[in-house]
């Protein structure tokens, strides 16, 4: 059984920092592209980072230079640094792992962990 869970996630003050972790277990992670997601209230969910499976990163522009994606293929778990955070990076953030072989899909979620940047 495949599970992927995060955690976290908290109330922070703006401009503070928190590390959000992705743990899964029933898969080989290091097979898994990684997706860091988030949806705020009223708002559709978005992409916010995601790393290959080769290292390759990628990030929404509005947390360029303030977040960081990482992986730890060896402990089957992701990271996201969130740094100099700010009210509109509230959100339920949501980590997805995926992968593609031989034409079938493979593709997780987990049930998210609610980020409040406020003072």
Not at 21 to 50: F, H, M, T
Not at 60 to 65: A, E, I, L, N, Y
Request: aromatic share 10%; glycine share 12%.
């Amino acid at each position: 059984q495949v599970q992927v869970v995060e955690s976290g996630g908290g109330l922070v003050q703006p401009g503070g920092s928190l590390r959000l972790s992705c743990a899964a277990s029933g898969i080989i992670l290091s097979d898994y592209v990684i997706g860091w997601y988030r949806q705020a209230p009223g708002k559709e969910r978005e992409l916010v980072a995601a790393i290959t499976k080769g290292g390759r990163i990628n990030y929404v522009d509005s947390v360029k230079g303030r977040f960081t994606i990482s992986r730890d293929d060896a402990k089957n778990t992701g990271y996201l640094e969130m740094n100099s955070l700010k009210p509109e990076d509230t959100a339920v953030y949501y980590c997805n792992v995926r992968h593609s072989w031989l034409g079938d899909e493979y593709d997780y979620w987990g049930r998210g962990t609610q980020v409040t940047v406020s003072s």
